[in-house]
């Protein structure tokens, strides 16, 4: 047939997956998308730990795989390509990966295709949508955070992104810091919705800056001090904490909105026949976040494109289908393929 079926695995982060992707069809098809996470083997210690994710991804990366052909109810005899993340990431995950992958496409004859992570989350939207080159992509979750000008599968300019932090892993902090529960994004955005924003007034770092670039790491120290300040006999009231991550979520909210503002004016540049602003990242869950991207976007006269969040965060659907275009490009990898913590697309 002309359809070309890939499966794709994902180890980068916290989060091991594997999927099934059939492209060639009029849209591509997802047959199967497993996603299994890590947070509660991370909780304890305020973050992800790269030996402990690299453990688990190595023990579960299989398993994902089996689930993903089982689900799509297929064998690897019916699998055209094996694509594997290979970077960038935690190096300890990215090789449990690759190598998992390397022993798929050696033991059943198949083809290898490495793939950059960031590739796959900003071709998302044309595994989803069949959105249209040029398009413009905001990458914000707990690890990235960029706006990409994709003009191919292979054809990406980064017009600016985060020079420190990343948003969620702002949210991530300001939620330890207020003791509320981790993931910090979902706490955060719950707690702001109870506050004043305009209690604390926080700094919008580098929003007097010209260009694309953003900062987040300033934040949180004044959410730091805006905590000390308020902090009596070790604690704080229900209310301050609410207005806190109120005035938090709308400094991002502000630096986002207007960062976006300016890099859709660059992309506009380019006379798109369709103009589309696309999201993907976690912290597009937010929904004050998204509802600013929105106006931003509507106000440019460009259409806003998120994913479904299962697809907006990590797994290896995005893997697969960007595995699917590097396949159909003439792309392959040979055994030598390297796991790589850096990887600039
Ligand atoms: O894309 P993702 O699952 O993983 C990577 O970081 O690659 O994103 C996870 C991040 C976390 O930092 C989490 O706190 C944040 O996305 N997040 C949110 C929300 N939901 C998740 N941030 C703000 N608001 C949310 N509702
Ligand atoms: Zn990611």
């Known amino acids: 047939s002309d359809t070309t079926t890939i499966l794709g695995i994902e180890s980068s982060c916290d989060d091991t997956a594997a999927a099934i992707v059939r492209v060639g069809g009029a849209v591509p098809e997802i047959l199967s998308s497993v996603v299994d996470g890590q947070t509660e083997l991370h909780d304890a210690y305020g973050g992800v730990v790269p030996e402990i994710a690299a453990r688990a991804h190595a023990e579960k990366v299989d398993l994902c795989v089996r689930a993903a052909l089982d689900t799509a109810g297929i064998g690897l005899g019916q699998v055209d390509a094996v694509a594997v993340t290979a970077g960038p990431g935690l190096i300890g995950g ?134 000390d300040g308020e902090m009596q006999e070790g604690r704080l009231s229900r209310r301050v904490r609410a207005d806190i991550c109120a005035g938090f979520q709308a400094s991002v ?48 006269g460009a259409a806003f494109v998120a994913p479904p969040l299962r697809l907006c965060t990590d797994n290896a659907a995005m893997i697969a289908y960007a595995g699917a275009e590097r396949f159909a490009r003439g792309h392959r990898d040979g055994m030598d393929l390297a796991a790589r913590p850096r990887w600039p697309l």
Do not use: W
């Open 94 to 227: 990215v090789m449990s990966g690759v190598m998992c992958a390397k022993g798929i496409a050696a033991g059943a004859g198949l083809p290898l295709i490495g793939v950059n992570h960031l590739a796959g989350h900003a071709l998302t939207p044309r595994l989803t949508d069949a959105v249209e080159y040029p398009y413009l992509m905001l990458l914000v979750s707990g690890g990235h955070c960029q706006f990409l000008l994709v003009e191919g599968a292979e054809e990406f300019t980064r017009l600016g992104g985060t020079i420190d932090d990343a948003p969620g892993e702002a949210f991530d902090k300001v939620a330890r810091l207020l003791a509320l529960p981790q993931p910090g994004g979902p706490s955060v955005e719950a707690e702001a919705a109870l506050g004043d924003a305009a209690r604390f007034k926080l700094p919008r770092p580098l929003l007097d800056r010209p260009g694309c670039d953003m900062s987040f790491s300033g934040l949180k120290t004044a959410v730091l001090r805006a905590r």
């Open 253 to 300: 909210c502000d630096v986002l909105g207007e960062k976006t503002r300016r890099a859709l004016e660059i992309y506009l540049e380019q006379a798109p026949a369709r103009p589309v602003l696309a999201v993907a990242g976690g912290v597009a869950a937010n929904g004050p976040i998204r509802a600013r991207l929105m106006q931003v976007a509507e106000a440019a």
